[in-house]
């Protein structure tokens, strides 16, 4: 069993910046391809960003793309998100997950069944 614990949420003003950051209870967090995914008031849960275990590939919804970064630190059993140019449309409860599958291509882990373990959230509020 692996345990995620989100941290970094908060207010921003649009145009501001926050970094997210998740760590994971596993011994071998390297293992695991890890995501980012967000949920808005009376929203289904979306995609957001995917990194594999080396993170040396990562993979952006279009919504983010050019305004955040994902990142992970495998020493610190840490992934990041770095939330530049932030939107109102931007907030929403954020989620870390890890996935035990290793995928062929990191585009594949935009698709939230698979993966298999989730954090409780963080929240992030945009004010305009």
């Known amino acids: 069993q692996v345990q995620l614990v989100e941290s970094g949420g908060g207010l921003a003003q649009a145009g501001g910046s926050l970094r997210l950051s998740c760590t994971a209870s596993?011994?071998?967090?390297?293992?695991?391809?890890m995501g980012w995914f967000r949920q808005a008031p009376g929203k289904e849960r979306e995609f957001v960003a995917a990194?594999?275990?080396?993170?040396?590939?990562?993979y952006y919804a279009d919504s983010v793309k050019g305004r955040f970064t994902i990142s992970r630190d495998n020493a610190k059993n840490t992934v990041y998100l770095q939330m530049n140019s932030l939107k109102p449309e931007d907030t929403a409860v954020y989620y870390c997950?890890?996935?035990?599958?290793?995928?062929?291509?990191?585009?594949?882990?935009?698709?939230?069944?698979?993966?298999?373990?989730w954090g409780q959230g963080t929240q992030v509020t945009v004010s305009s």
């Open positions: 997950a890890a996935s035990r599958l290793t995928p062929l291509a990191i585009a594949t882990m935009a698709h939230e069944a698979l993966y298999d373990y």
């Open positions: 596993a011994r071998t967090f390297s293992d695991y391809p």
């Open positions: 990194i594999d275990w080396s993170g040396g590939s990562t």
